[in-house]
T-cell receptor
Framework: DVKVTQSSRYLVKRTGEKVFLECVQD?????MFWYRQDPGLGLRLIYF???????EKGDIPEGYSVSREKKERFSLILESASTNQTSMYLC????????????FGDGTRLSIL | AQSVAQPEDQVNVAEGNPLTVKCTYS??????LFWYVQYPNRGLQFLLK??????LVKGSYGFEAEFNKSQTSFHLKKPSALVSDSALYFC?????????????FGAGTQVVVTP
C-alpha cells in the first residue's frame, strides 16, 4: 500500500512565524500535492509538483511556497503565518497520468494564534 | 473551468437501507470522476473512479457509482449501508482537457448511518 506520511498531526504556531509542513511518500510517485481543507469548502489545491524541483500554483497559492528537492519529499512553507491560515492541510501523491487516483496522508491540523 | 456540486451537506440513513450520495459536475471536455471517503481525523481514501466504458463502476467496501453523461451526474451508491460507512464523502472531477490533470473536489457530504 501507498504510504503518505505527514510529519505532524497537530501544530500550533504564532502569527508571523515561518512554518514548515513536511510530507514523504514511499511509492516513487511523480506527482505530489498540497491541499487545505475547510468545512463547507472541500479541498482546495495550494501547490503541486510533477517532478523534482518543479512546482505549479494551484487555486490558492498566496501566502504559501513549496519545495521539492527529492522525489519522495514535498514541503509546504507558510512564509509568515496568519490566523486565516488555520486549517487542515493534506498532502497527496500520485503516479503520472490524469486517470491515476491520489493517495492522501492523514493531515496536519494547523492552528495559528 | 471544471466544478463539482454535492447538493446535500448531510445524508441520514438507517443501517441496512440503501445509501445514495449525489454528485453533479461541469467540465469543458470529458470527465474523469472519482469518489473518496474521509473517516474522522484521517486523510481521504480512494473509493472508485470512472474513466471510460461501463457507466456502472464498482469500488471498495461494496460501493458503486453510476455515470450519467446526459445528467452530468456521478452518484455514489451502496445497496445496504453499515454504521461503519458513517464518514465524509467527496466527489472529484478532472477535465481531460486540463494538461496538468488537477482534481476539483466537491464540498463533501456527511453520511450518518444509524443502527
Amino acid at each position: 500500500d501507498v504510504k503518505v506520511t505527514q510529519s505532524s498531526r497537530y501544530l500550533v504556531k504564532r502569527t508571523g512565524e515561518k512554518v514548515f509542513l513536511e510530507c514523504v511518500q514511499d511509492m516513487d510517485h511523480e506527482n505530489m500535492f498540497w491541499y487545505r481543507q475547510d468545512p463547507g469548502l472541500g479541498l482546495r489545491l495550494i501547490y503541486f509538483s510533477y517532478d523534482v524541483k518543479m512546482k505549479e500554483k494551484g487555486d490558492i497559492p498566496e501566502g504559501y511556497s513549496v519545495s521539492r528537492e527529492k522525489k519522495e519529499r514535498f514541503s509546504l512553507i507558510l512564509e509568515s503565518a496568519s490566523t486565516n491560515q488555520t486549517s487542515m492541510y493534506l498532502c497527496a501523491s500520485s503516479l503520472s497520468g490524469v486517470y491515476q487516483p491520489q493517495h492522501f496522508g492523514d493531515g496536519t491540523r494547523l492552528s495559528i494564534l | 473551468a471544471q466544478s463539482v456540486a454535492q447538493p446535500e451537506d448531510q445524508v441520514n440513513v438507517a443501517e441496512g437501507n440503501p445509501l445514495t450520495v449525489k454528485c453533479t459536475y461541469s467540465v469543458s471536455g470529458n470527465p474523469y470522476l472519482f469518489w473518496y471517503v474521509q473517516y474522522p481525523n484521517r486523510g481521504l481514501q480512494f473509493l472508485l473512479k470512472y474513466i471510460t466504458g461501463d457507466n456502472l463502476v464498482k469500488g471498495s467496501y461494496g460501493f458503486e457509482a453510476e455515470f450519467n453523461k446526459s445528467q452530468t451526474s456521478f452518484h455514489l451508491k451502496k445497496p445496504s449501508a453499515l454504521v461503519s460507512d458513517s464518514a465524509l464523502y467527496f466527489c472529484a472531477v478532472r477535465d481531460t482537457t486540463d494538461s496538468w490533470g488537477k482534481l476539483q473536489f466537491g464540498a463533501g457530504t456527511q453520511v450518518v448511518v444509524t443502527p
